[in-house]
C-alpha cells in the first residue's frame, strides 16, 4: 500500500525498522517484483500466528506484587511484566505484542490484548495479586460470579417457558438431557453448582413427577422415549 505519514515517523520509525520504503520510482519497481515474496511471507507469518493464538486462547497467568490494603500496587505492572509472564508459561512473545495503554496500578484481573499478526490478536487474562493464594481466590471468585451471572441469564430465558411445559413434557425434557450426557441430571448439576443447587433443582424436577437422580434406562423404563428418538435421528419421525 501507498500511505502518507509524518516525516519523524517515518525517519525515526519505519525506515530504520525496514517496515516501509520511501516512494521512489525504483523502490515501486523493486516492491513490486517482490511483492508475491512478500504475499507468501505475510500468510506464512498470520498462519503462524493463527496458531500461537490457538495455543495461548484461554491462558491466564499470575504476577506477585506488594500493595497496601486499598489494592493499589506499591509500583505497577508494565507490558515488560505481562510480556515476561507470558514467555514464562511458554509462548515466545515480543514486548511491542502486548496492548496496554498504560502500566496496572491496581490489585485485580484483567484482560490484555496480544497483537500476534496485524490480522491477528489474543486475549489473556492477568491476574495481579499478592499471593499465589489470592490469586486462586481471586480466579474462584470471578469464576463464581460468572456461573451466577450465567444461571440468571438461564433462569430469566427459560423460566417462563418451563413454567408452560406440561407435566409429560418436563419428564421428557430430564429423560432426553440424561441420555445426552449419559449420566443423571443431579450428578451433572452437582458437579457444576454444588449440591445446594443440585438439590433445589431435584426438588424443581419434582413438580413435574421426574427424579434427576434416576438414569436413563434405554432397555427398560425408557424403552418407548428411546425409540422414538431413534426414530426422529433417522429421520423417520
Known amino acids: 500500500d501507498v500511505v502518507n505519514v509524518k516525516n519523524g515517523y ?5 525506515l530504520p525498522q525496514k517496515k516501509a520504503l520511501r516512494k521512489t520510482k525504483d523502490n515501486m519497481a523493486y516492491f513490486e517484483s517482490k511483492r508475491k515474496e512478500y504475499e507468501a511471507h505475510n500468510l506464512k507469518l498470520k498462519s503462524e500466528a493463527e496458531d500461537m493464538a490457538e495455543k495461548i486462547k484461554g491462558l491466564s497467568v499470575v504476577i506477585i506484587r506488594q500493595a497496601a490494603e486499598t489494592g493499589q ?3 505497577s505492572v508494565t507490558m515488560r511484566d505481562v510480556c515476561d509472564a507470558v514467555r514464562e508459561a511458554g509462548f515466545k512473545v515480543e514486548r511491542s505484542q502486548i496492548d496496554l495503554a498504560q502500566p496496572f496500578k491496581n490489585l485485580g484481573i484483567f484482560d490484555v490484548r496480544l497483537s500476534l499478526h496485524p490480522d491477528v490478536a489474543q486475549t489473556v487474562r492477568v491476574n495481579i495479586a499478592r499471593s499465589s493464594e489470592e490469586a486462586k481466590r481471586a480466579f474462584k471468585k470471578e469464576k463464581d460470579a460468572h456461573i451466577k451471572a450465567v444461571e440468571k441469564g438461564v433462569k430469566k430465558q427459560y423460566t417462563p417457558q418451563m413454567k408452560k411445559l406440561t407435566y409429560s413434557q ?5 429423560k432426553l438431557v440424561d441420555r445426552e450426557c449419559n449420566q443423571n441430571s443431579y450428578e451433572i448439576v452437582k458437579a457444576f453448582l454444588g449440591p445446594f443447587k443440585a438439590g433445589f433443582y431435584q426438588t424443581f424436577a419434582a413438580l413435574f413427577g421426574a427424579s434427576l437422580k434416576k438414569e436413563y434406562d434405554a432397555e ?3 424403552k418407548m422415549t428411546e425409540r422414538v428418538v431413534r426414530m426422529i435421528e433417522a429421520g423417520i419421525l
Open 10 to 14: 517515518a525517519r525515526n520509525y519505519l
Open 73 to 75: 500496587l506499591y509500583g
Open 170 to 174: 418436563g419428564k421428557l425434557l430430564i
Open 220 to 222: 427398560a423404563d425408557d
